[in-house]
């Protein structure tokens, strides 16, 4: 596609409950990366994933956050047993060989809120 | 670890006003670094991504600049409009990593 996607664009849940979050990168970008933004806070490191290589999930603040890439392509970014802490914006982002070089293109993020 | 501040966390302007908004970061082994906008309920838009070797980058009216050793970016906007009011963000990668370490952004608000 033209531009990183995210899907949905607003998810409300309910405390406990597990949410799948999507992105589906430009076409051709090796490199993909999930970053959560808290209001108030910075933008914060989730998870890398780059080709087939094992992720960089070193940013995940729980076990109960977990994400996958499939065949190189679409990431699902997913939450377990939700809180309400996890209220953020989910911004994706990829890059064609990894972002040292070539810089990022941001997805317009998925506002997630945990009532 | 990387650490990165933006000052002033909020800049009201008049349009026509040439603006400066600075970056400062913690470890001079930064990278590369990009400068981003981000409007309200909007994802992130590029604008300047200041590779290793470079000092600095230009487009139209915005124009970055990069000091390893002084620990600081400035993004420079001549000519402000009320269509450049929103969030700027800086970010950088440092060493090996793919991590963009952000700042919280300065909020730009011109006024017509």
């Known amino acids: 596609g033209a531009g990183v996607s995210q899907s949905p664009s607003n998810k409300v849940t309910e405390k406990g409950k597990d949410v799948e979050l999507r992105c589906d990168p430009i076409s051709g970008h090796t490199a993909l990366y999930w970053y959560r933004q808290s209001l108030g806070q910075g933008l914060e490191f989730l998870i890398y994933f780059q080709g087939n290589s094992a992720p960089d999930k070193s940013g995940l603040p729980s076990d109960r956050f977990s994400a996958e890439r499939t065949g190189g392509s679409v990431s699902t970014l997913t939450i377990q047993r939700t809180q309400q802490e996890d209220s953020a914006v989910y911004l994706c982002a990829s890059s064609l060989v990894g972002g040292r070089a070539g810089g990022y293109t941001f997805g317009s993020g998925t506002r997630l809120t945990v009532v | 670890k990387q650490e990165v501040t933006q000052i002033p966390a909020a800049l009201s302007v008049p349009e026509g006003e040439n603006l400066v908004l600075n970056c400062s970061f913690t470890?001079?082994?930064?990278?590369?670094l990009q400068w981003f906008r981000q409007d309200p309920g909007k994802g992130l838009t590029s604008l300047l991504l200041?590779?290793?070797?470079?000092r600095e980058q230009t487009s139209g009216r915005l124009n970055a600049s990069l000091d390893k050793s002084s620990g600081r970016s400035t993004l420079y906007i001549a000519a402000s409009q009320p269509g450049d009011s929103a969030t700027y963000l800086c970010?950088?990668?440092?060493?090996?990593?793919?991590?963009?370490?952000f700042g919280k952004g300065t909020k730009l608000t011109v006024n017509p």
């Open positions: 470890d001079s082994a930064i990278y590369n």
């Open positions: 200041i590779q290793s070797s470079q």
């Open positions: 970010a950088g990668t440092q060493g090996g990593s793919e991590k963009l370490v």
